[in-house]
């Protein structure tokens, strides 16, 4: 695939920005002969974007490899949690969900790189910047999504995303697999609630949840720990600024009262599972972060 370079506006800075860092890191990880998964469209978005000029989107552009805080480590882990929420994605279309709702969908090229069932739907919501940034790069990659594929304009932290989801062809009838990945870090606790209670009354029996977290306040050792380090000073993502700084809910709670069956794991038991991924070290900044996945059982 050949691409030129697209406009670009606001996906050059914040949120969105952090949106191309894990781009770069998934099109890392899709370069490793161990990969975790692999994304043949995210090195396309770097190299669209004139602020990730000089980016790696190769592991051989990384000379420390997985020693590197930035391109290594936290590289690793998301390449990991995209394995982790491909795989629970797919096993939700396998127990027979044809409907997936990725909330905050970022770059994600879900409905282009799995094998979906051919009946299947996926919602992207996100802000309409990144969106458009997407679909403009892809539009020049002549990509093509292998199910039905329908991006939505919305703000997640407004009401009303929920409207313009059943607008545009969503079933709140049908099972549902709704999927938040890195989406919670940023949002208000109190937009997190809106959420989830919105994703509780438009999900049928036998939806799923698959969300991140981090439900730990960090040591000022972490908090100047070389991840977050690198980040701020090579690339210019600030990801303590990002986070937002109020106390965070027990979503995991709010979702068990409602009737959901939750399990909640920390990155590490995947790496574990899997034989590769980041591993605990002292003062990480990733021992903060929660997966949970959930099945709704009201």
Request: glycine residues 8%.
């Amino acid at each position: 695939m050949a691409a030129t370079v697209p406009d670009t506006t606001d996906i050059d800075g914040g949120v969105g920005l952090t949106a191309l860092m894990v781009a770069a890191a998934r099109a890392i990880e899709t370069g490793r002969p161990d990969a975790l998964a692999r994304d043949e469209y995210a090195g396309h978005f770097v190299r669209a974007a004139p602020a990730c000029a000089g980016w790696p989107i190769r592991p051989e552009e990384v000379p420390e490899g997985e020693a590197d805080p930035l391109w290594g480590r936290l590289g690793r882990y998301f390449g990991l949690r995209t394995r982790v929420f491909d795989d629970h994605l797919l096993e939700s279309a396998e127990a027979g969900i044809r409907q997936v709702v990725l909330l905050g969908a970022g770059l994600d090229t879900r409905a282009f790189r799995l094998p979906w069932p051919h009946d299947s739907a996926v919602f992207e919501i996100d802000q309409e910047p990144v969106l458009a940034f997407k679909q403009r790069t892809l539009d020049i990659l002549g990509a093509t999504p292998r199910v039905r594929r329908v991006p939505i304009a919305a703000d997640l932290c407004l009401d009303t995303w929920q409207d313009a989801l059943t607008a545009a062809g969503f079933d709140p009838a049908r099972p549902t697999a709704w999927l938040a990945e890195g989406l919670f870090l940023y949002l208000p606790s109190a937009a997190e609630r809106r959420v989830i209670a919105a994703v509780t009354a438009h999900s049928a029996a036998g939806s799923t949840f698959a969300y991140e977290v981090k439900r730990i306040a960090e040591t000022a050792a972490v908090r100047n720990s070389p991840v977050y380090t690198a980040a701020r000073e090579r690339i210019g993502i600030d990801l303590l600024a990002l986070f937002d700084p109020d106390p965070r809910p027990d979503s995991a709670a709010d979702l068990t009262h409602h009737g959901w069956q939750t399990q909640t794991c920390t990155p590490f038991d995947h790496s574990h599972r899997l034989g590769r991924g980041p591993r605990p070290e002292p003062h990480d900044a990733l021992a903060a972060n929660r997966w949970t996945f959930a099945v709704h059982r009201p």
